[in-house]
């Protein structure tokens, strides 16, 4: 049997913005699209989606992590820093 290689496959993106638009309090669906923008170097929709996830789920740390991760590699040590005082 032959596989059906004219079938198109959904972009990751669209998976997760479909899932997201039936399940927007899924947390770890913002985390997860967070990071495959920040892959993409799209760091604004990147930063977004972490504190989506974040806002969903505050038990959930891992969104809040991603947002400090990035700011510290974007702006430094100390504007992560002033972002963790502040959440």
Do not use: C
């Not at 049997?1 to 997201?20: H, V, Y």
């Not at 990071?35 to 929709?45: P, S, T, V, W």
């Not at 809040?64 to 963790?84: P, Q, S």
């Amino acid at each position: 049997m032959r596989p059906a290689s004219n079938l198109r496959q959904p972009a990751p993106r669209e998976g997760f913005n479909s899932l997201l638009q039936m399940y927007p309090r899924f947390d770890e669906g913002h985390l997860q699209l967070g990071k495959l923008y920040e892959r993409e170097r799209k760091l604004k929709e990147a930063e977004t989606e972490y504190r989506k996830s974040y806002e969903v789920n505050p038990g959930n740390l891992g969104g809040l992590l991603a947002i400090v991760k990035l700011h510290t590699d974007r702006n430094g040590f100390r504007e992560a820093l002033r972002l963790l005082s502040e959440e």
